[in-house]
């Protein structure tokens, strides 16, 4: 049987006028209790042992119990409180000190504290409540968390730490100060959680935690919306993330699975994977990031499957000795480079589409730099397909470009090696080797080039054989200046044009074409000088001498800021924030 016991601050026959004294005597008959308390303030504070419940006789909200600053509500047992308003500054308000306690409809307000402290061994219960100005604390200990709201908490709304296991769930966190949720060293499940306004990430795994996180949404963060930091592991699946600086950062040798998620309107980056994280993704959606979609860099190496990039500035950014492999990836709509290999960065590309943006793959950087693309497609691009850049070196496998400016560029002393690729409805040429690149080709096919199909220049080498250039109105094949090279066993066709024009150096074994063949020193003064520069389509009427193509764009600055980790602030969960 439960012993009940009234608590008024009116009193009167059998009814206790504080809390404590009902306390006292329920634990003076040790039996299981239950403490029904009358609206009131009550400025004491609560030390509950033993089997207690601990309820509003009124309306939820009805039962202040505060104090000016410590402790209100101390518990070692099993505990219930309900419908209760629990207040105090600078201490911790709730403390479970041992057994388990659980709160339901019930407000802490705590500020320069921690609302509720679950210390090793305790198991805490927080149903249907509220949480102010103050964090909620789990060391150690195991927590499930239902249905509360989290509000303009100091430092992180809710940690996990030092080994806690904790759920989550449809609870919403709003304006902490640093995270929303932050797991260190502990594991926990979020699930059907809102987060907003969050100062630093709003859900965080550090110090190798084991973080799930599921159908949550995340807006307007200052900093990323999910981070992976310090070997964490987990999943994150089905989490829309917008208005963040960073959708999802992944670092530091972390590595989650995430599927299904969308990064919208973040501010930098949609997905940043750095400093030797790793992290798979599939069908994940980025739209509009600021600055780089998917930025992967400092030795990160995701692996990307089925996702899609719309809209934004830069699409993919492997860079800073970054990797990753990318397979069955859409990029559209861009105001930049769709997919960017710079700095020693290696990517490998798989059944990847692109479409409607200015340059759809760039390479620049050391020979370490580069670019495997297999199977892909590049339609509508405003100048290039495809450049190489630097000394960096591109392996192209059954690629199509389609209506843009200039098909497969390679330029300074970057390589190119083509196989089995076509280059259609170009403005100005099909394939370019400038400086010193060298192009490899193998089966390539330039076809209904508006100028020129095949041009070197300056001391570029060309190596291409079986291949065809068709229907191309100025020029098939253009070798000039000091380039040179052979021609293998390719062919010329078409009813326009000049079929080869070259400078001598040029080997042409098993050429056919029935167009002219001309070989002749340039002209001291050309009749028509045209230069391209990466720019709006250009468009040529009959034969162009000594044209210049120069294949490169604008420079677009990738500033990384992860603000997940700022060494010099600390939070109160006695780590770094």
Not at 317 to 334: I, M, P
Not at 418 to 443: E, H, I, P, Q, Y
Not at 505 to 528: F, I
């Amino acid at each position: 049987m439960v012993a009940r016991y009234r608590v008024s601050p009116r009193g009167g026959m059998g009814v206790h006028r504080d809390i404590a004294s009902a306390l006292a005597a329920a634990a003076r008959r040790g039996r299981p209790a239950r403490l029904e308390i009358a609206p009131g303030h009550y400025a004491e504070p609560l030390f509950v042992r033993g089997e207690v419940e601990l309820v509003a006789a009124g309306e939820p909200g009805s039962v202040t119990v505060g104090l000016p600053r410590g402790t209100v509500l101390e518990t070692a047992g099993t505990v219930l409180a309900r419908g209760l308003v629990l207040a105090s500054r600078d201490a911790d308000v709730v403390r479970c000190g041992a057994g388990s306690l659980t709160l339901e409809h019930t407000e802490v307000r705590a500020p320069g504290g921690v609302c509720v402290h679950a210390t090793p061994g305790t198991a805490v219960t927080l149903r249907d409540s509220a949480f102010r100005h103050g964090r909620v604390l789990f060391a150690g200990a195991g927590g499930l968390v239902e249905r509360c709201r989290f509000t303009d908490a100091a430092d992180n709304a809710l940690a996990a730490i030092e080994g806690a296991q904790v759920s989550v769930a449809n609870s919403r966190f709003e304006r902490s100060r640093i995270h929303g949720i932050r797991v260190s060293g502990a594991r926990a499940r979020v699930t059907g959680c809102e987060l907003t306004g969050t100062g630093n990430a709003a859900v965080m795994a550090d110090a190798q935690a084991e973080l799930a996180v599921a159908d949550c949404v995340v807006e307007a963060g200052h900093a990323e919306g999910v981070a992976y930091i310090e070997q964490s592991v987990g999943s994150v699946d089905r989490v829309r993330v917008t208005d963040a600086e960073h959708g999802i950062a992944v670092a530091s040798g972390s590595d989650p699975v995430v599927r299904g998620c969308a990064f919208v309107g973040c501010r930098d980056t949609g997905i940043n994977v750095r400093t030797a994280g790793r992290g798979r993704f599939e069908d994940c959606e980025v739209g509009r990031a600021g600055n780089v979609a998917v930025h992967v860099g400092e030795g990160g190496a995701p692996r990307v499957d089925d996702c899609r990039v719309l809209g934004g500035n830069v699409g993919v950014a492997v860079v800073s000795a970054g990797r990753g492999r990318f397979t069955r990836l859409r990029v559209a709509d861009l105001t930049g480079v769709a997919l960017r290999v710079r700095d020693g960065g290696k990517a490998e590309f798989e059944q990847v589409r692109v479409e409607r943006c200015p340059t759809h793959l760039e390479t620049r950087g050391d020979g370490g730099t580069t670019a495997d693309v297999t199977d892909a497609v590049f339609h509508d691009f405003a100048m290039s397909a495809v450049e190489a850049l630097g000394q960096s070196r591109v392996t192209l496998r059954r690629v199509t470009a389609e209506r843009g400016t200039v098909g497969f560029g390679v330029a300074e002393e970057a390589q190119l090696f083509v196989t089995d690729c076509g280059a259609r409805a170009v403005s100005t040429v099909g394939a370019v080797a400038l400086g010193k690149g060298r192009l490899v080709a193998r089966r390539l096919t330039v076809a209904g080039s508006d100028s020129i199909g095949l041009l070197a220049k300056d001391h570029a080498y060309l190596d291409v054989s079986g291949s065809e250039f068709a229907d191309c109105a100025a020029v098939g094949a253009w070798v000039r200046d000091e380039a040179g090279g052979q021609l293998v066993d390719c062919a010329v066709t078409g009813a326009r044009g000049t079929g080869v024009r070259h400078n001598g150096r040029v080997a042409m074994p098993s050429l056919r074409t029935p167009l002219p063949v001309e070989e002749a020193e340039e002209p001291a003064q050309a009749p028509a000088n045209v230069t391209y520069v990466m720019g709006p389509a250009l468009t040529i009427h009959g034969n162009v001498i000594n044209s210049q193509i120069a294949v490169g764009n604008e420079r677009v600055e990738m500033n990384q800021h992860i603000t997940s980790r700022q060494p010099t602030q600390t939070d109160e969960d006695g780590t770094p924030a």
